[in-house]
């Protein structure tokens, strides 16, 4: 690499840039920052601080909305999720909403929404409470069809069996809900 530098610097035969070289070599630090230099301009790095990896060419994605099939839970979960999922894409990566023809899309169903006892006591009574809930969600990426997927995504929260549900249930929502978008995001767009 340092030799495709220097290669560059000779054939252009800048007085700047000998001039700059003579400097910059002078000194270890700037020779290791001058080189990064060199790198930055001669490769394009798709970086990002989430750690989000989408290509140049993707500018859009379409967010369906989530409805709930789960017989139980509250019937705002559909907006209140989708709005999350819209939320997380529109400020961890710079792609756009679009209603059609997008580069992504995202659609799917919450599909359950269940309470289950968990920690049973001796005197055969639960301890705590268990809220599942679970989104199945299919991603499509038009540009580049092997990113695509159908997945079940399952989080769940306990609380104890002495508060009653409606005390506790807007918070478990939110924290499992933002759970599952996490989850969902990581999947669709954090290519590790």
Not at 2 to 7: G, K, P
Not at 69 to 83: D, V
Not at 135 to 149: I, L, P, R, S
Request: aromatic letters at 8%; glycine letters at 2%.
């Amino acid at each position: 690499m340092v030799y495709i530098c220097l290669h560059l610097l000779h054939e252009r035969r800048s007085a700047l840039f000998s001039l700059l070289l003579r400097r910059t070599m002078a000194r270890p630090l700037n020779c290791i920052l001058f080189l990064i230099a060199c790198l930055g301009v001669s490769c394009k790095v798709n970086y990002s601080m989430t750690g989000a990896s989408i290509a140049p060419d993707v500018k859009t994605i379409a967010i369906r909305p989530f409805p709930k099939t789960a017989t139980l839970g509250p019937a705002s979960m559909s907006q209140t999720f989708t709005e999350k999922l819209k939320d997380k894409f529109l400020s961890q990566t710079t792609l756009a909403l679009a209603d059609r023809n997008s580069d992504l899309t995202l659609e799917g169903t919450i599909s359950n929404y269940a309470i289950t006892p968990i920690s049973i006591q001796t005197n055969e009574q639960a301890a705590q409470n268990r809220l599942t809930i679970t989104v199945t969600a299919k991603f499509t990426n038009v540009k580049d069809e092997k990113q695509n997927f159908e997945a079940s995504f399952s989080r769940y929260a306990d609380y104890p069996s002495n508060r009653n549900l409606t005390d506790v249930e807007d918070n478990l929502i939110k924290d499992i809900t933002d759970q599952i978008v996490d989850d969902i995001f990581n999947r669709a767009v954090i290519n590790w």
